[in-house]
């Protein structure tokens, strides 16, 4: 992936507008933030470092899975405020769609045969996309496959035997 000036969303290769698809926590510990220009499609990234909130001053959040206290991060180009599960390596995160409605993406991310994937599920719109995310930022990130539905049986117990059901049917 081309990799980004720090808030200059426009492409390297056209000019064309960045969108920021997604935020994804790669080694020691630092978030790529992956963009796509919308008119050459050119995927591009920026990598930094979240800042952990401190636990009294963040709006509390329960896992769904564990139901333990999640942390809470932000990134600073402010596109993105997320919770985090370290134990079922779940993000949470809540965007403004529209004018007054939020909607919550659960993203779920485990490791198949060495290779890391992100089963995302956008739970309004009851979608859900299929994602392998490179350990190497100068690597690509595939969109493997979009589902028209939730995949409410998946959890961070049964995820690493589920998706290759998945990809093996994408
Ligand atoms: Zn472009
Ligand atoms: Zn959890």
Redesign the pocket.
């Known amino acids: 992936m081309i990799k980004m000036n720090k808030l200059e969303y426009y492409?390297l290769?056209?000019s064309?507008e960045l969108i920021a698809l997604s935020a994804n926590p790669i080694e020691d510990g630092q978030i790529m933030t992956h963009f796509q220009?919308i008119?050459?499609q050119?995927d591009h990234c920026y990598v930094e470092e979240p800042y952990i909130h401190p636990p009294e001053k963040t709006p509390a959040y329960n896992c769904k899975f564990c139901n333990q206290s999640c942390k809470y991060f932000s990134l600073k180009d402010d596109w993105s405020d997320y919770w985090r599960c370290d134990p079922c390596d779940t993000h949470y995160s809540q965007v403004l769609v529209g004018s007054d409605t939020m909607a919550w993406e659960m993203d779920m991310y485990t490791r198949v045969k060495g290779i890391k994937f992100c089963l995302r599920q956008f739970m309004q719109e009851k979608k859900s996309r299929l994602e392998q995310i490179p350990d190497n930022p100068d690597d690509t990130l595939i969109i493997i496959k979009d589902f028209d539905h939730l995949f409410p049986d998946v959890n961070p117990q049964n995820i690493q035997e589920k998706l290759p059901i998945y990809i093996l049917f994408s």
Do not use: R
Request: proline share 0%.
């Open positions: 492409c290769i056209c064309g220009c008119s050459c050119a």
